[in-house]
């Protein structure tokens, strides 16, 4: 039940997704991340490719298996991500960024594990702002279609929709974090797909497998 008519027009797409959550070193042993399992790229990925779409996969430090005959591409960072979705996106027909990217990191990576400081004293760690892959985009598309994700925990449509005017993407893919059984880590998740002049389409909780399918079926609709 993953080859789908409403599909068959990604047979011979390629297709570059993102998948997973970026670490941001502190130290050799230690740094900043956040709660992606990768499931939701990694389905999106596995159901492009069964039908017939050559599907490139980002992914940054997930344990799932791979899909099989997906090309796997293994980053952990910030930097690592941007640089291969840099070096990818120029021959790719779809992009979809569902990876998890940490907004900051250390401005500084210490070469050593730190120690512990003296008794009741705070560490600091300061952060600085990272580039916004998603975004760049806008400088180099050409004719791609691109797909962001919008992980809100309050105001989900308010701020999907700030999204889907300033990121440059095509669809936005809104995502309720806030409810444990649902979203990040969990197997299922509830969407609103959001597209520039169309009505929002509203996908209730189901397996992600399902929701990836739903989200392809849109994209298939935008191929001419
Ligand atoms: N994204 C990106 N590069 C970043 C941060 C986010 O490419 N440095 C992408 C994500 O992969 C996602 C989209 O931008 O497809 C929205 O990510 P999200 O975290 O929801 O929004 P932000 O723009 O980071 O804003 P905020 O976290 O403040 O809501
Ligand atoms: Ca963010």
């Known amino acids: 039940n993953l080859v789908n008519s409403k599909l068959a027009k990604f047979n011979g797409k390629r297709v570059?997704?993102?998948?997973?959550?970026?670490?941001e070193y502190i130290d050799p042993?230690?740094?900043?991340?956040?709660?992606?399992?990768?499931?939701?790229?990694?389905?999106l990925a596995k159901?492009?490719?069964?039908?017939?779409a050559s599907v490139t996969l980002i992914s940054a430090n997930v344990t799932l298996p791979v899909p099989q005959g997906v090309k796997l591409v293994q980053v952990e960072t910030v930097a690592e991500l941007s640089k291969a979705v840099h070096s990818y996106f120029a021959t790719t027909d779809v992009f979809i960024m569902a990876a998890a990217v940490s907004d900051y990191r250390p401005i500084h990576f210490v070469d050593h594990k730190i120690k512990k400081l003296a008794e009741s004293s705070n560490l600091t760690i300061k952060l600085e702002e990272?580039?916004?892959?998603l975004k760049s985009l806008k400088q180099v598309r050409t004719n791609q279609i691109v797909?962001?994700?919008a992980a809100e925990t309050n105001d989900l449509l308010d701020n999907a929709k700030k999204k889907l005017d300033s990121k440059g993407a095509?669809?936005?893919v809104a995502n309720d974090v806030s409810q444990a059984?649902?979203?990040?880590?969990?197997?299922?998740?509830?969407i609103t797909i959001l597209q520039h002049d169309?009505?929002?389409?509203?996908?209730?909780?189901?397996?992600k497998r399902i929701i990836a399918r739903k989200i392809l079926e849109v994209i298939a609709k935008r191929f001419t």
């Open 47 to 52: 159901v492009a490719q069964k039908n017939g």
């Open 170 to 172: 095509d669809i936005i």
């Open 16 to 23: 570059l997704i993102t998948a997973g959550g970026t670490r």
């Open 181 to 190: 059984d649902i979203g990040f880590g969990s197997e299922d998740n509830a």
């Open 147 to 149: 797909v962001g994700f």
């Open 198 to 207: 169309t009505e929002n389409i509203k996908v209730s909780k189901a397996n």
């Open 29 to 43: 042993v230690r740094y900043i991340s956040n709660k992606s399992s990768g499931k939701m790229g990694y389905a």
């Open 130 to 133: 990272t580039p916004d892959i």
